[in-house]
């Protein structure tokens, strides 16, 4: 009876249940996330664009409810302005780490960053500037940190030592950061509350697509299962039909052979 009595007080309730009130509830939902959407794609499209042209299409694009959405996911820049940014500061830096990577021009031997002479041919490779003691390519006129010019007559200097090497590595490094994560510089944006909104659309779209897929595999897998089945029981089928056969011509023969005897 409690089973019986649960099943027509949720009966009554959904029939009683008002309707008007839940749609327009479900509709002013709906309304709030739309807009909290749309205003995700502006943002969004900030921090991947500076052309403004741009920003108004994509958001133009965000107005058609799911739909758009996905539109915009797909015709975005997939690179954001910082990571463009951060990504051609790497390539500067590996560049810089590595220009002093070569072969030596006389004999040929590998070069590494810090060799002033070639340590199979003892060529020289680099020259001390006079005023500021940075040492530069042999074939420059003039020192790329002063300006002096640089001399003719060249005498042998001491090599840089692996220390020198590394305290004007991390002060690049720490310029480069430090220029990045001044006020001058827009090249990061605070996450708030619709890029979290906006995050959680993408990562709902991908889960979804996800399951699809999952759900369609398992359908063909299954559909590949029948088919065999249908098959194999098709073959045994087949196979009874003909032992059946082969008996039925047995004993018609034997019958036969015993009329003539």
């Not at 500076?50 to 975005?76: D, Q």
């Not at 074939?139 to 090599?159: D, P, R, V």
Request: proline share 2%; aromatic share 12%.
């Amino acid at each position: 009876m409690g089973f019986e009595e649960f099943i027509l007080n949720l009966v009554e309730g959904v029939a009683s249940a008002n309707y008007n009130m839940l749609g327009t509830a479900f509709m002013l939902i709906s309304i709030v996330f739309w807009l909290v959407v749309t205003s995700w794609i502006w943002v969004d499209s900030d921090e991947r664009t500076t052309n403004k042209w741009m920003r108004f299409f994509y958001v133009l694009i965000g107005l058609i409810p799911v739909l758009g959405w996905i539109i915009y996911l797909i015709v975005r820049p997939s690179e954001t302005i910082d990571e463009i940014y951060w990504g051609d500061l790497e390539r500067r830096y590996l560049k810089y780490e590595a220009k002093d990577l070569g072969d030596c021009p006389r004999c040929g031997t590998q070069l590494f960053p810090g060799f002033i002479f070639c340590p199979n041919c003892k060529k020289r490779l680099k020259r001390k500037c006079s005023e500021c003691g940075v040492y530069v390519d042999m074939e420059y006129k003039y020192c790329t940190n002063c300006g002096n010019k640089m001399q003719k007559s060249i005498k042998k200097e001491k090599e840089v030592s692996k220390e020198e090497m590394q305290k004007q590595i991390e002060e690049t490094k720490e310029e480069a950061h430090e220029t990045v994560k001044s006020k001058k510089s827009k090249y990061k944006t605070e996450e708030n509350f619709i890029n979290r909104v906006g995050e959680s659309v993408i990562k709902g779209y991908k889960l979804l697509s996800k399951k699809v897929g999952e759900i369609l595999s398992k359908k063909k897998e299954e559909n590949v299962n029948d088919d065999e089945k249908k098959r194999v029981k098709k073959e045994e089928h087949v196979g009874k039909k003909d032992e059946s056969d082969k008996q039925d011509r047995k004993k018609y023969y034997t019958r036969n052979e015993g009329h003539k005897k």
